[in-house]
């Protein structure tokens, strides 16, 4: 397997659906190609850290105000 | 054996189903209980489109109130939550065309770069790198990096990778293709990698003391 192979799969290494033969191959791979090992662990870690960190938090206040607008109208309807 | 299969297929129904279900009877309480689990995620997904804060709360209200009533419309062939995203996107886009003024904006419209799109930093990164930031260096970080995508790899990075969807989902929520999805998800995957990589890379041994410690060092521009 080529690095240009390896890169194309990518998204199935880190979804984990990749056929057993192929997984085999990848292993192979990686262990001879520390580029692609670093490119493997660090884009799982990059989607672990928006996974864990909110970047966007809904206030409070801002959630309570959408309650009242929409119970509103909703009864109203 | 399918008996048993359809019977725990009916056991395995959302949740959501019966919500909806208690909404269509007219119980308004039903829909308050499915605003309050979803409207985080809307809010999110708002602002990852419009990158305005006072349009993701106009969009997050519109989208609610438009799930609402058009809720006769919902087929329960897909799940509640992706029919109410697919609200959502087609809000924020709405008002991104606003904003602009009546320019066309669809999540289509972006043409598929390779910029970034093969990898050339290739440093590790420092265990736990997060760690030497602050929460709101951090937040800062992560929102400048992801803000620099095209809005179509941002939108199916952040329904995918952070709201969990399904390739089928997020496909069928953006009216994109699987291999569109696909090809956008890798590309945003390694340019949020590449960029990331200049706040998480392990430092040289050359690196002082000083630079080796980035906490408080602020964002970089």
Request: glycine share 4%.
């Amino acid at each position: 397997m080529t690095c240009t192979e390896f890169l194309k799969i990518l998204d199935d290494v880190i979804d984990q659906s990749i056929a057993a033969e192929t997984r085999i191959e990848i292993e192979t791979h990686l262990r001879k190609c520390g580029h692609c090992e670093v490119v493997l662990n660090t884009t799982r870690k990059t989607i672990e850290i928006y996974q864990c960190h909110e970047i966007y938090e809904l206030p409070t206040e801002v959630s309570e105000r959408l309650h009242t607008v929409i119970m509103a109208k909703c009864k109203k309807a | 054996m399918s008996t048993i299969q359809s019977v725990a297929a009916q056991d395995e129904q959302h949740p959501d189903v019966a919500l909806v279900e208690r909404v269509r009877g007219g119980d308004v309480a039903a829909y308050d209980t499915l605003v309050r689990k979803y409207e985080r995620q809307i809010f999110r997904i708002a602002q990852h489109i419009t990158q305005n804060r006072e349009d993701a709360e106009d969009v997050m209200q519109d989208a609610f109130l438009k799930a609402y009533e058009k809720l006769d419309q919902f087929q329960g062939n897909s799940k509640f939550y992706t029919w109410l995203v697919r609200i959502a996107v087609n809000e924020s886009l709405m008002r991104l065309r606003k904003r602009r003024t009546g320019k066309l904006v669809s999540m289509d419209e972006d043409v598929p770069t390779d910029e970034g799109s093969v990898p050339r930093d290739f440093a590790d990164w420092a265990p736990n790198p997060e760690q030497n930031y602050n929460q709101s260096e951090l937040a800062e970080i992560l929102k400048k990096t992801i803000q620099g995508l095209p809005p179509g790899f941002r939108v199916v990075f952040v329904l995918r990778d952070v709201d969990g969807l399904s390739t089928e989902e997020t496909a069928e929520t953006l009216g994109l293709s699987i291999p569109a999805v696909k090809s956008r998800l890798l590309r945003a995957r390694l340019q949020l990698r590449e960029r990331l990589s200049r706040y998480f890379k392990r430092k040289t041994p050359a690196a002082s003391p000083a630079t080796a410690a980035p906490r408080g060092n602020g964002v970089e521009a």
